[in-house]
């Protein structure tokens, strides 16, 4: 078997695709590396295909659109035991491979490169990118996921190929690389980093890359491969903020500070406590189907959980809730009757009122959840023939 591919995804990069590859085979030529250079050509109208033929590079068609769509391919077939990316823009340096491969060769499954810690040359990176985008993004998958990563996009990289086949990666835009490195973090895979440099690259056209929806698209993938930030730690926090605001509103007006927080402040508080348990019973709901269907890996403190949310445990939890809430019903209607059905006081029948409400929708929630949470985990049998 080949033991190392350089992939370059392309797209009508006639001008700089040249001298991507003469670099890459001279790196090989150099270095001794048995390796081939794979070109994955994503629908080239420039005449891409014939310079790559004839400087000896293989080529292979992907139809479907996409950074991620036209890498993914190459990756499948690649005949390297490990594989290097580039861009085939020559922003990347293709003839100082030596880092990736040293790193390969020592058991790394996945080995990044680092822009900010090899050198990027002058108007190599725009300001946005380079002061906000990358830093902030690179930020945040290191806070949600603690990827040993200081360069997060960066689109030199090198990775064993068998183990980036078992992440399954899907996306098939350009956040294709933030799933590489999210998923690689999530399954344990060795990742590395090794500084690299970025020059401006060779073309005379606008890069493929479009900022801010390209940005929106990593931020997307960053959260939902993190249903801890996306559904459980803000649905946690607003849960016990609504739930104890509204405990206490529910013996009376509280003061504090000289301001008054009552019946308006409580209805805004069960808002709350509904809202926070609804964002944790989802993040229960998206952990579930995310290992089901090996997207994340499972841990013993889910797993315990798990076991706990029964269709038995919600009908009971969401039978007591309804419970209380059918008793508030008719604490508010008795109060009501006292009167002689005429008018109320707000504060006094907001109270039971709200009671009732919040506690019937969690009683609701409850049942529907530890039902939907059931399905998600039924055995799936294929369909007879």
């Not at 020059?199 to 993190?226: Q, V, Y």
Request: aromatic residues 10%.
């Amino acid at each position: 078997m080949t033991e190392l591919t350089i992939l370059m995804p392309c797209l009508n990069e006639a001008e700089t695709l040249e001298t991507c590859i003469v670099k890459a085979n001279d790196y090989l030529k150099r270095s001794g590396v048995d390796g081939e250079v794979l070109i994955a050509d994503n629908g080239s109208t420039d005449g891409s295909q014939d310079i790559a033929k004839g400087l000896g590079a293989r080529v292979i068609d992907v139809p479907v659109k996409g950074y991620g769509a036209a890498l993914g391919a190459g990756i499948k077939a690649a005949k390297g035991r490990f594989v290097i990316m580039g861009d085939s823009d020559d922003s990347y340096d293709f003839s100082n491979l030596d880092p990736f491969v040293k790193e390969l060769r020592d058991g790394a499954d996945l080995v990044m490169g680092n822009r900010f810690k090899g050198g990027i040359e002058k108007d190599a990176m725009p300001p946005l990118h380079r002061y906000l985008g990358n830093p902030v993004l690179s930020a945040v998958g290191r806070i949600f996921y603690h990827t040993p990563v200081g360069d997060f996009h960066c689109g030199l990289r090198g990775f064993s190929r068998e183990a980036i086949l078992g992440l399954h990666l899907n996306t098939p835009g350009m956040e294709f690389a933030s799933e590489m490195v999210i998923r690689a973090t999530l399954f344990d895979l060795d990742i590395r980093e090794v500084p690299t440099t970025l020059k401006p690259d060779g073309r005379s056209r606008p890069p493929h890359l479009r900022s801010w929806r390209d940005g929106w698209l990593h931020l997307k993938l960053l959260l939902t491969f993190a249903p801890y930030w996306l559904f459980y730690y803000p649905g946690l926090v607003m849960f016990w903020v609504g739930l104890v605001s509204f405990l206490a509103l529910m013996l009376g007006p509280v003061v504090v500070g000289g301001i008054t927080f009552d019946v308006a402040t409580m209805i805004l508080a069960g808002a709350l406590l509904l809202t926070g348990f609804q964002m944790v019973c989802f993040y229960v709901l998206s952990r579930i189907f995310a290992v089901r269907f090996n997207l994340l890996p499972t841990s013993r403190r889910f797993e315990r959980l798990r076991s706990k949310i029964t269709v038995d445990n919600a009908c009971i939890l969401g039978g007591i809730l309804l419970l209380i809430a059918m008793i508030a019903t008719l604490s508010g209607v008795f109060s009501w009757g006292a009167t002689g059905f005429g008018d109320l006081d707000a504060r006094e029948i907001v109270r039971p009122t709200t009671l009732a409400v919040v506690c019937a929708s969690l009683g609701v929630q409850s049942i529907t959840t530890g039902f939907l949470a059931s399905m998600l985990q039924q055995e799936i049998r294929p369909n007879p023939k």
